[in-house]
């Protein structure tokens, strides 16, 4: 029994012993014992980022990639100084301190996702990520953001539906979903949203272009590299008030060139190059004061280059090769020999590198079967005031009539001579 005793009172004198000298440190502060260090508290200048502080956090360990160490100085409490994050004062206080915006453009992060993290920022008014390999799809609660109105998520993987959450946010005005594997269709929602820039450029949607494309408040319109089909909408001329630059090239759209689009006062490009559209050259086109870059290279386009379309003060590059013409007038001569005319692989005849007979005969002989579905007379009519020659025609006599500038029935008896 005495044994019994000593066995159950040995580890109590052991356990004593080992942490006597530690009792005694509450009187004396050189016993050489060390007490663990409390955990470090975390001060923040403002509550709002005490909240975001765990979100953060949570999406860095997700981060499966960081070539460039960007997120090595994301610890401790001073969030507005981490690497990409950018603190202000909300709109509902102006003397709080909030996470505003994000910019990992360029950082070549890698994570699976970015829901619940963006979404879960509340004060978050802008986030741009090009150029990293975020994937997944754009968390639909990201229309809740009250503050929100950029996202600029181009060059990653994304992939899914148009992201549907945008057409609930209010405030959003620049879109760039560029370089992505987004697929399906553009809802024509996006079209009523005040926005500036809409970029959709290089992604895999397939459809015919919205009727309400014109409805659009944006300066910046991409459509290229994607699979877009069906007419160019002619409501496009109902944006002449804000579009500045368009973009449609390597499409699959077809059908005639609209007048409408001479109606693009403001626009300084407009590319609709290596699609399927077919027809003369709307003579409307002379109406784009303003346009630097014309581009309907690698359609299916005939009959003049309309010379009011060469009379143009601003153009610095008309390209057009890769057609059916079959003539250009003087003022077009002189913007090929100066290089600002592209009329390459065409059926011009005395010019070199054009299409072979055979090629234009062909072309002539099927286009009989098919014609626009608008009235002969939408290709020559010019929806402004025509101005006057911007250049001396043969015989130094000054022309102010766009009829004699833009007409296709002289085209008309060459298409027919080409044929028969």
């Given amino acids: 029994m ?20 530690c009792l005694l440190c509450v009187i004396s502060t050189d016993c050489g014992c060390s007490t663990p260090p409390p955990p470090d508290i975390l001060t923040f200048v403002d509550q709002r980022l005490a909240v975001v502080y765990p979100i953060i956090q949570k ?3 997700t981060i499966t990639a960081d070539p460039n160490n960007k997120t090595k100085n994301w610890v401790g409490a001073d969030i507005c100084h981490y690497e990409g994050f950018y603190c202000d004062s909300p709109p509902d206080n102006n003397s709080a301190t909030a996470l505003a915006g994000i ?8 994570a699976p996702t970015i829901g619940g993290f963006i979404d879960q920022l509340p004060d978050l008014a802008i986030f741009h990520a090009n150029t990293n390999s975020f994937s997944g799809t754009i968390p639909p609660s990201i229309s809740k953001l009250p503050y929100f109105y950029e996202l600029d998520i181009s ?10 959450a945008v057409l609930g946010m209010n405030n959003i005005t620049f879109l760039d979903i560029r370089y992505n594997s987004f697929k399906g269709s553009v809802p024509p929602q996006i079209f ?26 944006v300066l910046y319109l991409t459509f290229a590299n994607n699979r877009f089909t069906g007419p160019i909408p002619r409501s496009i001329g109902n944006a002449s008030s804000t579009l500045l630059e368009v973009l449609f090239l390597n499409n699959r759209l077809s059908g005639c060139i609209p007048y409408e689009i001479g109606l693009l ?9 290596n699609n399927l559209l077919t027809g003369p050259l709307p003579c409307s086109l002379g109406c784009l004061d303003n346009i630097e870059q014309l581009n309907f290279a690698g359609n299916l386009l005939y009959g003049q280059v309309p010379e009011v379309v060469c009379e143009l003060g601003s153009l610095l590059n008309l390209s057009l090769s890769d057609n059916y013409f079959t003539h250009v007038g003087p003022v077009c001569w002189k913007l090929i020999k100066s290089g600002v005319l592209d009329v390459r692989q065409n059926c011009i005849h005395g010019l070199p590198d054009q299409k072979s007979f055979g090629e234009c005969w062909w072309f002539f002989f099927y286009s009989r079967f098919s014609h626009c579905p608008y009235p002969w007379w939408f290709s020559t009519y010019v929806p402004c005031h025509a101005p006057p020659y911007r250049h001396n025609p043969p015989g130094g006599v000054k022309e102010k009539v766009v009829v004699l500038r833009c007409s296709f029935k002289r085209e008309i008896e060459r298409m027919i001579n080409w044929i028969w």
């Fill in 59 to 61: 999406f860095k360990n």
């Fill in 265 to 273: 006062q403001k626009a300084t490009v407009f590319d609709a190059g």
């Fill in 155 to 164: 060059n990653n993987k994304f992939s899914g539906v148009f992201p549907q």
């Fill in 192 to 217: 009523t949203q005040t926005l500036d820039v809409l970029f959709i450029n290089n992604n895999n949607f397939r459809q015919t272009l919205p009727d309400n494309l014109g409805s659009t408040t």
């Fill in 2 to 21: 005495g044994s019994l005793s000593l066995l159950i009172i040995r580890p109590f004198i052991y356990t004593s012993l080992i942490f006597l000298p």
């Fill in 103 to 110: 910019d990992f453009n360029g950082f070549q992060l890698a």
